[in-house]
T-cell receptor
Framework: AQTVTQSQPEMSVQEAETVTLSCTYD???????LFWYKQPPSRQMILVIR??????QNATENRFSVNFQKAAKSFSLKISDSQLGDAAMYFC????????????????FGKGTLLTVNP | KAGVTQTPRYLIKTRGQQVTLSCSPI?????VSWYQQTPGQGLQFLFE???????NKGNFPGRFSGRQFSNSRSEMNVSTLELGDSALYLC????????????FGSGTRLTVV
């Protein structure tokens, strides 16, 4: 079974600075999908960024980018020019490929990292 | 385009009762999943439905069940509620195939007293 580990329960960053959130995972699959989700106090999980394991190029979405190291099974999220609205719980998640059958139909989440943005 | 809608937002139930939660996915999304979120266990997968068929189920007791209707709307039911069932229940929908991300609703906060 796949596991996802987020080793930083809490992180803080100054507004306009850059912060990196860590995520490692364990899998025997060679093809899979990784995600970062943000959960603000409103509770709704918001997809921040998505990475396909067969793509070597790191995904980028505006101020959010990832450092995907497949061999190391590492998937960190970098937030540049941090804003007050970035304060939230961030979850790293794993999804198996379609050919895996049932495992494809779910996300496996890490425990999350609570990000605080200081003005 | 409307997002994933979950009702109700909050619910308070007594031990031993049963509860039904509802989820309407994004139009066109036929896969609906349910997750339980607690401070201790984090986010745990409950089950996933596609075209009214359950394709995967998490490690939860039989008291937790669900179903999906022909319009892709889904319900989950918890019978004989226990204090430990207090949690945020999140529903998510997605397009099928490949590794699309899931779109989540705002959840139903269930408190069992």
């Amino acid at each position: 079974a796949q596991t996802v580990t987020q080793s930083q329960p809490e992180m803080s960053v100054q507004e306009a600075e850059t912060v990196t959130l860590s995520c490692t995972y364990d899998t025997s699959e060679s093809d899979y999908y990784l995600f970062w989700y943000k959960q603000p106090p409103s509770r709704q999980m918001i997809l921040v960024i998505r990475q396909e394991a067969y793509k070597q190029q790191n995904a980028t979405e505006n101020r959010f980018s990832v450092n995907f190291q497949k061999a190391a099974k590492s998937f960190s999220l970098k937030i540049s020019d941090s804003q007050l609205g970035d304060a939230a719980m961030y979850f790293c998640a794993y999804r198996s490929p379609p050919e895996s059958g049932g495992s494809n139909y779910k996300l496996t989440f890490g425990k999350g990292t609570l990000l605080t943005v200081n003005p | 385009k409307a997002g994933v809608t979950q009702t109700p937002r909050y619910l308070i139930k007594t031990r031993g009762q049963q509860v039904t939660l509802s989820c309407s996915p994004i139009s066109g999304h036929r896969s609906v999943s349910w997750y339980q979120q607690t401070p201790g266990q984090g986010l745990q997968f409950l089950f996933e439905y596609f075209s009214e068929t359950q394709r995967n189920k998490g490690n939860f007791p039989g008291r937790f069940s669900g179903r999906q209707f022909s319009n892709s709307r889904s319900e989950m039911n918890v019978s004989t509620l226990e204090l430990g069932d207090s949690a945020l229940y999140l529903c998510a929908s997605t397009l099928t195939g490949e590794g699309y991300g899931y779109t989540f609703g705002s959840g139903t906060r269930l408190t069992v007293v």
